[in-house]
């Protein structure tokens, strides 16, 4: 979804987090309805800045 992608490049400087809020799965088709907090700039440690969860250097 390109939605998500863009969403998700716009917050890549800051420190979210992430709630999901109802998950229900009916006739087999789940529906997620999620909410995402931004907490502020991401920290940085020792001057570099952290790299996105999950993500490889």
């Known amino acids: 979804m390109p939605q998500t992608a863009i969403l998700m490049g716009a917050l890549s400087g800051c420190s979210i987090q992430p709630r999901v809020l109802s998950y229900e799965s009916p006739f087999g088709v789940g529906y997620l309805v999620a909410a995402i907090d931004v907490l502020g700039p991401r920290r940085e ?4 800045q952290q790299a996105p969860h999950g993500a490889t250097t």
């Open 45 to 48: 440690r020792g001057g570099v």
